[in-house]
């Protein structure tokens, strides 16, 4: 493998169908890179339907054949493949999920109700819940019996209204994991959290650890994972449905937490970029411990950007550029996929030496004056109970759960009409 990996086919006698997409190109340089599916696969379709009726030029771009290779219901059913590895959803993605087709789903809710009358609206939206998991864990099961259990995984996430409550998040956790033998469940990067998801590791289920951003957090997942893993040997647990990733919210660390607050506080003038460099480095610090300690959960990168850098004026994604060459998982949502499309030419080679590039030493310098970096990059930075107050998971916690209570709202207005 070469050092450079083009984010345009190399071969200037490429057809458009063989011009492969950015996430391709991305992860060509680690055989082990994984491109994910942020958002219902339910909705891919007509979602790729609005896309393809944007194509400046469907003659060359290749966009076509590229989504088709991403993921394709017909390939699925009948081969077990398709080119994005796994699925991610959350409360801001199910509401949209139910969103694309309102009818079909108000349907589906006043059937749920007349066929268990005891349920109240909350009991209502969680079977609601339940199904659309399982739901698009059936459209991809095939690519996890082909590929043996490594790949085909969708994560049902808990409720974020209560991500401190263990008990309630265990009970969730295991009717998520009942919709399929490819469910993995999505749990919070709190202290409580962490306690599910060695109970759930104990139990040989899979987990995505969420709303999770410090190192402190993937330390703490780690831990929680190994503790689980050694239960689940003494026990004699089968572990084939198993498997373990930590999610890193890149931007949303940066951009929704106190680092801007912080450093005006202080008179620190902070760019783009050098909240970039302070995103690069905690992911990386998290990635190379895992590789160090060879540890079996797979880092995995959400909430990217893509952006004008404010150094060189170039359009560019460091939240890919800034891993190149690594075999972490990149769950991408639709609008990101759409987006690097569009932007695909403009955007450099992907190195794959990247993943062992240094941040920066003098953004890092001034982004250590800040204490919320602090918190995040050192490996004691929080204590457990300190996670879920940090400010950033603060902040996507109030989303996650605004969005959760605006599809309750669709099964209360819906039961009501």
Not at 170 to 196: C, F, H, R, T, W
Not at 260 to 273: D, F, V, Y
Request: glycine share 8%; aromatic share 8%; charged share 25%.
């Amino acid at each position: 493998m070469t050092d450079q990996v083009l984010a345009r086919s190399t071969d200037a006698g490429s057809t458009a169908a063989e011009t492969a997409h950015v996430l391709e190109q991305l992860a060509a340089t680690n055989a082990d890179a994984e491109i994910w599916w942020d958002s219902s696969p339910l909705v891919y379709q007509s979602w790729k339907d609005a896309v393809l009726a944007k194509d400046p030029d469907p003659k060359t771009s290749g966009w076509s054949q590229q989504l088709a290779r991403l993921l394709d219901a017909q390939t699925i059913a009948a081969e077990g493949r398709m080119g994005f590895r796994g699925v991610t959803t959350n409360p801001p993605l199910s509401l949209q999920a139910i969103k694309t087709a309102p009818d079909l789903w108000a349907k589906r809710i006043r059937e749920i109700a007349r066929q268990d009358p005891h349920l109240d609206v909350e009991g209502v939206y969680w079977k609601l819940y339940l199904e659309l998991v399982r739901k698009g864990a059936e459209m991809i099961l095939p690519v996890f019996k082909a590929s043996g259990g490594k790949y085909g995984f969708i994560s049902g996430q808990v409720d974020p209204r209560w991500v401190t409550n263990g008990p309630r998040m265990l009970a969730q956790g295991l009717d998520i994991a009942a919709q399929g033998e490819n469910v993995m469940v999505k749990l919070p990067g709190s202290k409580e959290g962490y306690e599910i998801i060695e109970e759930m590791t104990a139990r040989g289920i899979a987990t995505n650890n969420t709303t999770s951003f410090t190192v402190p957090q993937y330390v703490r997942c780690m831990a929680a994972v190994s503790a689980g893993l050694l239960r689940a040997k003494g026990a004699g647990v089968d572990m084939s449905r198993w498997r373990s990733v930590i999610t890193h919210m890149s931007a949303r660390l940066g951009e929704l937490g106190d680092w801007r607050t912080e450093a005006k506080a202080r008179g620190i003038e902070l760019s783009l970029s050098e909240i970039r460099d302070g995103e690069e480095a905690v992911l990386k610090r998290a990635y190379h411990f895992g590789k160090t300690n060879h540890h079996p959960s797979k880092m995995l990168q959400c909430s990217m950007r893509i952006e004008k850098d404010d150094r060189t004026g170039k359009t560019v994604s460091r939240h890919l550029s800034d891993f190149g060459g690594s075999d972490m998982v990149y769950t991408c949502p639709p609008g990101f996929v759409a987006g690097l499309m569009s932007a695909q030419a403009e955007l450099e080679p992907f190195d794959a030496q990247a993943i062992h590039r240094e941040p920066r030493k003098d953004s890092l310098e001034k982004l250590m004056k800040l204490p919320s970096f602090r918190a995040a990059y050192e490996f004691e930075g929080m204590r457990p109970e300190e996670f879920a107050h940090y400010g950033a998971f603060k902040a996507t916690e109030t989303e996650f759960a605004a969005a959760t209570r605006q599809t309750v709202d669709f099964v209360r207005m819906t039961l009501e009409a």
